[in-house]
């Protein structure tokens, strides 16, 4: 049987640990926190103090940085990147290859496109269809 963890050295020399998660085996930090019933497929990254809710699904390639929360039932799909300190909120949408930003706010419901951007900092709006909407 194989290790259940792996070693990664970060840009500043320091070595973190990543723990394999129950479910879909992908890469969770020492210090975040992935609820048992979350999806974290492999090739996926939990980095320390985010927070990953019951139901959520984390695809492939995808990366959660420090601090960012995921709410219950929310999806993060292939390639996309929450920044750190991010809110993304229950049962919301976070398309392929996007970029939330570091401290935005993605409200419950809502619906972030592939290839999306949203920046640093951003109290994203919706439609009655959860859409973001342009600023």
């Known amino acids: 049987m194989g290790k259940n963890y792996v070693d990664i ?3 500043h020399g320091e070595t973190l640990r990543y723990r394999k998660h129950a479910n879909g ?7 975040a926190k992935v609820h048992p019933d979350a999806m974290v497929e492999s090739g996926a990254y939990i980095e320390p103090g985010a927070r990953i809710a019951a139901g959520a ?42 970029h939330i930003g570091a401290e935005a706010l993605i409200p419950d419901g809502a619906i972030i496109r592939d290839d999306e951007s949203i920046p640093d900092g951003a109290r994203i709006k919706t439609d009655r269809r959860g859409f973001h909407l342009a600023a």
């Open 25 to 31: 085996r992908g890469l969770v930090a020492h210090g």
């Open 57 to 98: 699904r984390i695809a492939r390639g995808a990366w959660v940085e420090p601090h960012a929360q995921i709410g219950p039932g929310a999806i993060v799909d292939a390639n996309a990147q929450i920044g750190p300190g991010a809110i993304v909120g229950s049962h919301a949408h976070i398309g392929v290859r996007s």
């Open 9 to 11: 050295e970060n840009d």
